[in-house]
């Protein structure tokens, strides 16, 4: 069964960047979508980004435009969201969660399989 | 952007009757080329990550159980729960992956009335 597990916790200062990785275990790690979704505290669920890892390709919410960076290493199976110039609403749970394949053959970005998500605090 | 508006925001429910959640995108996600909605529904409990309920706006995800149901085509959309259960209490989220950013409805809170 596939599993996405993520690094823990962190706590960073204003200003500065955080690094967070998602291993995948148990399915083909090329084939799907990755993205990363974050979650403020007691609110929804928001679409950073995402990387198509078998083609290098990725796609980013004009939001993070800049600040963020979506990188995946198939020779690991690990997938990273670098979020830089951290401030205190980027306080939140952060997952990663694997595209669905639709049925068939296909990268499509809702998400099937989500990870454990890491709490980021940014605070001085 | 797409702005997808979910509602109720808040739906208390009796144990065995049903209950309707309502999502709207503010743009069609619909797909001409394959006639296919781009739309998903997630079921989010406390603490712990969503789980996917339904995706091309009807199909149900392997494992779940058939008393959730999605319908709905272009920009108006419904997750049906024909006969609640306790354990279906939760956050519940529709979610356009049809263009970029791929974005979530507010949330629809489903409890016991």
């Known amino acids: 069964q596939v599993q996405l597990v993520q690094s823990g916790a962190e706590v960073k200062k204003p200003g500065s960047s955080v690094k967070v990785s998602c291993t995948v275990s148990g399915g083909t790690f090329g084939r799907h979508a990755i993205s990363w979704v974050r979650q403020a505290p007691g609110q929804g669920l928001e679409w950073m980004g995402g990387i198509i890892p078998i083609f290098g390709t990725t796609n980013y919410a004009q939001k993070f435009q800049g600040r963020v960076t979506i990188t995946a290493d198939k020779s690991t199976t690990t997938a990273y969201m670098e979020l830089s110039s951290l401030r205190s609403e980027d306080t939140a749970v952060y997952y990663c969660?694997?595209?669905?394949?639709?049925?068939?053959?296909?990268?499509?970005?809702?998400?099937?399989?989500w990870g454990n998500g890491t709490t980021v605090t940014v605070s001085s | 952007d797409i702005v997808m508006t979910q509602s109720p925001d808040s739906l208390p429910v009796s144990l065995g009757e049903r209950a309707t959640i309502n999502c709207k995108s503010s743009q069609s996600v619909l797909f001409s080329s394959n006639n296919k909605n781009y739309l998903a529904w997630y079921q989010q409990k406390s603490g712990q990550p969503p789980k996917l309920l339904i995706y091309w706006a009807s199909t149900r995800e392997f494992g779940v159980p058939d008393r959730f149901s999605g319908s709905g085509s272009g920009t108006d959309f419904t997750l049906t729960i024909s006969s609640l259960q306790a354990e279906d209490v939760a956050v519940y989220y529709c979610?356009?992956?049809?263009?970029?950013?791929?974005?979530f409805g507010q949330g629809t809170k489903v409890e016991i009335k």
């Open positions: 969660a694997r595209g669905g394949d639709g049925g068939g053959i296909g990268f499509y970005y809702y998400v099937d399989v």
């Open positions: 979610q356009q992956y049809y263009s970029i950013p791929y974005s």
